[in-house]
């Protein structure tokens, strides 16, 4: 018979895995996005992340209340590698969320509905496309996907190896 923990800790890596898919998505379109230089190819990859953004939020939330729940299963919370863990990914989210400003501002800038904070705004009059192209342009979308990825890799070896 499968213990419990087992599950929990089976569901945890499974919202991982669809953490990073729903926000593998957001990070290829700011590749893209960067590039990009007509409106009309920028309007449908914003919407594109934004229709992925609920499966990572989703996933991001079961990934750390499985997390949590398996660290107090196992009695890891005694251990420096979890909450080792529990930092990198807060400090993250925290980074990222910051970083997703300016997409947010972009969208507002082309004229789409967005976010401002919690808060969604109506679309309003567009700015022009060399402007927004101009706010893309000074993305840095390596740095995004180096501490995103760099970030889970250390995670997921703090996980398996339980170093301290």
């Not at 599950?7 to 926000?23: D, Q, R, T, Y």
């Not at 967005?114 to 700015?127: F, L, Q, V």
Request: hydrophobic letters at 55%; charged letters at 15%; aromatic letters at 12%.
């Amino acid at each position: 018979m499968v213990s419990l923990y087992l599950w929990i800790k089976f569901i945890h890596v499974l919202a991982g895995f669809l953490f990073l898919m729903g926000h593998g998505v957001a990070v290829f379109l700011s590749f893209r996005l960067k590039q990009e230089t007509q409106a009309e190819r920028m309007k449908p990859l914003l919407d594109l992340s934004a229709a992925a953004f609920p499966t990572s939020m989703i996933s991001l939330l079961v990934l750390l209340v499985a997390g949590v729940v398996t660290g107090f299963m196992g009695q890891w919370w005694g251990r420096g590698w979890i909450w080792a863990s529990l930092a990198i990914l807060i400090g993250q989210s925290v980074w990222m969320g910051s970083v997703s400003r300016t997409y947010h501002a972009a969208r507002r800038m082309l004229g789409m509905p967005y976010m401002d904070g919690n808060k969604p705004h109506e679309a309003g009059p567009p700015e022009p496309v060399e402007a927004v192209a101009a706010h893309l342009a000074r993305t840095r979308p390596m740095e995004q996907a180096v501490i995103g990825l760099g970030g889970f890799v250390v995670i997921v070896w703090l996980m398996m190896f339980k170093p301290f």
